[in-house]
């Protein structure tokens, strides 16, 4: 945890922090989320949790999903997806499939829960350090912008910032309400 | 979880020093976030292996299916132009395969890679001679001995010769030369292998128990590798080994006595209209409670079509020397049965790149339909189930 | 030819000790035997280069075709995720890309590899910090300075930063960091670069003759990246750069001042019906002798279909702000225009993984026709040709 | 030179050198040409003969063939190609593409010229440090056998005995009458 909180500190010091800084004294909570979530997310939360066990039902309460997820692109959180399915790769919608590792960072998405009519924070997170292609690609790509608001780029690899580089699938994890 | 998220967002706020000390989900009542994790396991179930061999300088991937639906389960992944096998229970699967510091370019190395099936994750991994065979793959390239306590691979540079790999210290513990020779088929008893030889003729190393030191004895001639040429694909038959040559012609071998002796050789496609040859490249496979050999099969066939793909998949008792059923299963390169008395066919398709699940009728003599198939990977040659 | 070939085989048969002294080839009177060789280099004429990115852990190829039918002359291969360039005379080929030793794990090494195009022989690598941008190909990664003695390379780790090489010297001479901001627009004086940024801002670095200093200026805010958000792609009009957005306005820029000035912003689809919007990722490209522009677009364009592929290519004459032709080409991803006073357009569908040539008639008000195609590159987004 | 001769008695020696000097004395020159005649061929000959610089049009005297030389795989001296069309690659019939190296060794077809109707040795040669696929495929593969006559393999990568093991694609060389 401490090594990777201080490899996270490690690019916001040599290069985003003053960023980070001035699009909080500027923006709304929303408007930072989206640009630097992606590093908290994916990043320096992920390692304090425990691996998750249930087989790919570990969806989140409170969204008012059905029991069985779509498989397909239009499933709503997959609004800003772009890369594979990881549930059709051994995976589920928010794991990586045995024997890969989830991405240190991810882009975000905003997308609208159908459920309850409300938009909520998608972190896509790669699946790292696996060979080989699998499952349905999705280019949705709602709210995508270019590696100028990096946190929004779909098009980066997420795996650039994990030891093992090899992009395998990409899940998508709600991690919090935008409103 | 909810509580130990935001505390973690908080400790990262207060760290950084740019982040209000709450954020946005942390407020929500019923919301909670999901976390991103790995599955550690993948579900339990019977489990078909397709080895994708890459060939362009990146990695290969034995992709595992579920044996029920191909639903894919997971996968391992290696280096280029891998060779792949299974343990006996399905539970450790292992790769060879070459790894180039410039991916087409450089002098790089071979490498054994040895995977827990379940989690699939690497476990170990062995630097081999620089010698593995580069070659479309059959599954007679990286045997385990029957107690899996060894493993040979095939070399080819290209003299022949293979590597023997003591699995519980993870050493090469000797390079036995098979000059002229290629296909690794192992003794059902003890340590060695038997291989097949230019003349036509097997040779049968016997291995010392450490797999150290190898005897060899060389056969009479089994075959004419210039009238009749035999796959190297192969299965076991009530412990024989069975091969096929390119024209159907069955070839039953007895490897129990150190030396390989011909029990039979027999004619799948004699009589049959139409001028039937073998089709593919994992041609031999047989399902032993019933006896049923099956091979897939294309008609009119000429001098360098032995490895296009399948109009039909015969089933062919063996020990009635009887064709039972042609079942029109196009486009196969590759097929693998199970040994259970309902048998389940698999199938691969280069053209198609897919994999199919096959039924199979034992009233109906076993003819064989389509029930599952799943597409996305390459180039694969060989596939095997685990029990 | 005859002799020299027998006496090689002669004296291989001495040495080997195992051979007949003469061969049947060399005693037939007429025939001569053929031998193996590598053409030293391509054929002569005008290029166009694709680089294909291998996203799987493999090598990526630069391939080169011929400008006149697309015949595949010949290609350059590197790492993983490839960036490219070639030199204003298209002499010279720049590939930026990943190794990794386990080709899909393992810490590995970025290198600028730089090639000889008429022989397609690697003359030089250049080992970089290990911060390559990992990103779908833009031009905007990898950019000769206007002298060619500077070539700049995006890093994201995913902080951004800009790797500065001195290819005289062969070594890495300086990191910019160029902290939310992305994309690499040379300066056509001296050296330097500008940079888009997370405001809509653009930051201009102006650097020392030897590259290992920079300065930096940041422009007013020149687009709304939330609501006309820009593409990566660029391209030179008389001087000036030129950028469009997901909605299709074309934002005229002028960098020749140390600081990044808007000059205009023409809406291109503005007054069409159907909602058009820009098309895919290399979707700026100016013929400059006509002053015409070239985009692939589509109708009922909508949040997420910026890189889906066009239903037209669209020529508009930027001096006089006239939509002039709508071409109907389907499935682009990317364009590329020569600045001939005929244009020839080059354009990729990853759709359909081909590179395709259009005719361009400017006698009917550029509309632009295929004339060839080739298939069998992968995923390409970038295209570019030599003079 | 010296250095490929050692290599190729190297393997010679430690292999297949018993293996040769046996089927020598049991079969005719057109048989052991066929087992034999890759190592000698793809690997020994090459480096003592000056590179071509004639653009494709290398081709053997005494073929009777055409000018302009067949593109497709049912040329007659692809009877036993198993590979990529190196002509579609940059190279011709007899050249690597730019950039790319023969193999060292290479299996051995034969085939007959229609323009003349006798019997050739051809041999296939992959060209090697080079990646990425290019041209059309064959598989034609008339006489191909598996490993156990290694010199006639056509599904063994023929870039095995080449320090760079990539393939880019394959040739195909008239060496030898096969009467």
Not at chain 1, 19 to 25: E, G, P
Not at chain 1, 82 to 89: D, E, K, M, T, V
């Amino acid at each position: 945890m401490a090594k990777l909180i201080d490899s996270f500190l490690g690019w916001m010091d040599t290069a985003a922090e003053n960023r980070a800084r001035r699009i909080a004294n500027v923006s709304g909570r929303r408007s930072f989320l989206q640009k630097a979530g992606w590093a908290l997310v994916g990043g320096a939360v992920l390692p304090m949790l425990p691996y998750d066990n249930s087989n790919g039902q570990a969806f989140a309460r409170g969204l008012g999903e059905p029991d069985e997820l779509p498989e397909d692109c239009e499933y709503w959180r997959y609004c800003s997806l772009h890369g594979s399915l990881c549930s059709q790769c051994g995976g589920s919608v928010t794991q990586c499939p045995p024997g890969s590792t989830p991405s240190k960072v991810a882009w975000v998405g905003t997308c609208r829960n159908p459920n309850d009519d409300k938009d909520y924070l998608v972190s896509y997170n790669d699946c790292c350090g696996k060979g080989g292609g699998c499952g349905d690609g999705c280019s949705r790509q709602e709210g995508d912008r270019p590696g100028y608001r990096y946190g929004l780029a779909s098009e980066s690899s997420w795996c650039l910032a994990n030891e093992d580089k090899g992009i395998h699938c990409t899940v998508a994890i709600v991690v919090g309400l935008a409103e | 979880m909810a509580n130990r998220t935001a505390a973690a967002f908080g400790l990262l706020c207060v760290i950084a020093g740019a982040y209000a000390p709450t954020l946005a989900f942390a407020q929500a009542e019923e919301f909670v976030p999901e976390t991103v994790t790995t599955k550690e396991r993948m579900d339990p179930g019977q489990n078909v292996f397709v080895n994708m061999q890459n060939w362009g300088g990146g990695p290969s991937v034995a992709y595992i299916y579920d044996a029920k639906d191909l639903t894919l389960k997971g996968s391992v992944s290696g280096g280029s132009q891998s060779h792949f096998t299974i343990s006996a229970d399905g539970n450790t699967a292992y790769m060879a395969s070459g790894y180039y510091p410039r991916y087409d370019s450089g002098a790089g190395e071979h490498v054994l890679q040895i995977f827990d099936v379940p989690t699939n994750a690497l476990t170990k991994e062995i630097v081999l001679p620089y010698k593995l065979a580069q070659y479309t793959d059959d599954i007679a390239f990286l045997r385990l001995s029957s107690d899996e306590k060894l493993i040979y691979i095939q070399n080819a540079t290209p003299a022949t010769s293979v590597t023997v790999v003591d699995l519980t210290s993870g050493t090469v513990v000797q390079e036995v030369p098979t000059p002229g020779c290629f296909g690794i088929y192992p003794t059902l008893e003890d340590h060695g292998f038997s291989t097949i030889c230019n003349d036509g003729a097997f040779t049968t190393f016997t291995l010392s128990e450490d797999g150290t030191s190898a005897e060899s004895q060389k056969s009479a001639k089994i075959f004419d590798p210039d009238a009749d040429p035999i796959y190297l694909s192969s299965d076991r038959a009530e412990g024989n080994l069975l091969f096929i040559s390119y024209h159907a012609n069955v070839y039953r071998l007895d490897d129990s006595k150190g030396v390989i002796e011909k029990l039979s050789v027999t004619p799948i496609a004699e009589g049959v209209e139409g001028n039937w040859g073998t089709s593919g490249y994992s041609v031999v496979t047989y399902n032993e409670p019933n006896g049923i050999l099956f091979v897939p099969m294309h008609s009119e066939h000429h001098d360098g079509s032995h490895y296009h793909g399948s109009e039909e998949v015969w089933a062919y008792d063996l020990k009635n020397k009887t064709l039972l059923y042609r079942s029109p299963l196009a486009d196969l390169t590759a097929i693998h049965v199970t040994d259970e008395e309902v048998p389940q066919l698999f199938g691969l398709s280069l053209k198609n790149t897919k994999i199919y699940k096959f039924d199979v009728d034992p009233t109906a003599k076993f003819a064989a339909k389509q029930v599952a198939e799943h597409s996305d990977f390459g180039f694969a040659t060989t596939l095997m189930a685990s029990p």
